[in-house]
Every structure is written in structure tokens, then in C-alpha cells.
């Protein structure tokens, strides 16, 4: 790393090795160096600009600290939208399985094959399987939301909010957008964590361009 033009000033070496082998893997925290400027020319030619190993140690911390809000969130969001997708099913007296025929319906094949397959996927899961394996050739609406991952729910809200038109809808899609923007996690942690970083420690000629 020194010959890249890392230091450790921030961070001693003895401390960057601790960090390293109890709480961090290596080429987790040396991947940020890539958010970093080189120099171009001169003596250090091709060498980041006063990056120190103090500064890879922070934004893996601010990264992971950032996941962990936003695993929650995308959790929170997934689950009421499901609730809110069969609360809007009843307000709209669908029959469960009617639904859900005619959605499968509105498919191509390789749309219906793609979720037969996560179907005899999850047939033997300890959490699931049970649901799967009886409802495997007709199931309705409740369970389906249940043994899908969210991309599949999703398409079902999209399929809902077409056959319904209205507001509980459109709701529907902003919730299942938002959890998609939400599970995002890695870009959006790295954004915002460098250019909290580049505010907080780099020097004030590289921070004049930087906003949060």
C-alpha cells in the first residue's frame, strides 16, 4: 500500500494490522482506494492523493454502518407492502386464487417457468417448503407474497396496480420502489460515506467541490 502512496499517519500499522485480522478483510477495505484521485506526473505518478489507511478503515466502517440501516429499512418496506398488497386485494374483493391465475396468466412462458423454478427451489426449505409443496399448482395470492423474493412480489404489485387503477395502487409501487432503491446498499453507502469522508478529513483544496 506505501508504494501506492498510502499512509499511515491516521493509522498506525500495528493498528491497520489489528484492523485487518479481527475486523476487516484486506481487499474489502483497499477496494475504496479506488474512490481516491491520483497523482498524474511528477515523483508520485500514478500515487493516491494523501490517502491514509485511517481513511479506508473509516469509509468501511461508514459503509457497513449504512447497510445495516438500510437492511432494516428494505426489510420494514417489503414486509408492509406485502400487508398493504393484501389489504388492497380484500378492499378490492378479489378471490386469492383468481388473483393469482390471472397473473400467471398475464406472463410469458419464460416468466411462468422462472417462477415454477424458484417454486421447486424452495420446495424442500425448512421455512417455506411446506407452503410450496401445497399450493404448488394453484397458489394463492397470501402465500405467494410469502415464498417469492421481493423482485417477483414486485412484478405482482406492478400487475395489481394495472388491473386496479387507483391510488392504493400507485402506493402499492411507490413502496415496492422504495425498497428497491433501499437494497441498493453498496453504491449508495459508498456515495455518501466518501463524500462524508472527503468533508471530514482530506485536505481543503479537495474538499471545495464536495457536498453531501
Known amino acids: 500500500m506505501k508504494a501506492k502512496g498510502i499512509s499511515f499517519e491516521l493509522c498506525s500499522e500495528d493498528e491497520a494490522k489489528a484492523h485487518l485480522r479481527t475486523k476487516c478483510q484486506f481487499f474489502r477495505v483497499y477496494a475504496y482506494r479506488k474512490l ?4 498524474v506526473g511528477g515523483p508520485r505518478d500514478g500515487q493516491y ?13 461508514l459503509d457497513r454502518m449504512l447497510r445495516d440501516v438500510l437492511l432494516h ?15 388492497a386485494a380484500e378492499d378490492h374483493e378479489e378471490d386469492g386464487y383468481t388473483l393469482m391465475r ?14 415454477e423454478g424458484e417454486f421447486k427451489k424452495r420446495r424442500n426449505d425448512p421455512y ?7 399450493h404448488f399448482g394453484d397458489m394463492p ?17 406492478r400487475f395489481c396496480a394495472d388491473r386496479w387503477g387507483d391510488k392504493n395502487s400507485d402506493s402499492l409501487t411507490t413502496s415496492t420502489r422504495t425498497r428497491d432503491r433501499s437494497v441498493m446498499r453498496e453504491p449508495m453507502a459508498h456515495v455518501f460515506s466518501t463524500k462524508l469522508l472527503r468533508l471530514t478529513f482530506l ?5 471545495c467541490s464536495s457536498t453531501l
Do not use: Q
Open 73 to 87: 429499512m428494505a426489510l420494514d418496506v417489503e414486509h408492509f407492502a406485502k400487508v398493504r398488497l393484501l389489504a
Open 128 to 134: 417455506t417448503g411446506g407452503v410450496v409443496r401445497r
Open 102 to 115: 390471472d397473473y400467471r396468466e398475464s406472463l410469458s412462458d419464460g416468466e411462468r417457468s422462472r417462477i
Open 36 to 39: 481516491f484521485p491520483k497523482h
Open 141 to 157: 395470492v397470501w402465500a405467494f407474497c410469502e415464498v417469492v423474493p421481493f423482485g417477483m412480489f414486485a412484478d405482482l404489485v
Open 49 to 61: 492523493v494523501n490517502l491514509d489507511f485511517g481513511h479506508l478503515r473509516t469509509l468501511s466502517n
Open 203 to 207: 485536505p481543503s483544496r479537495l474538499r
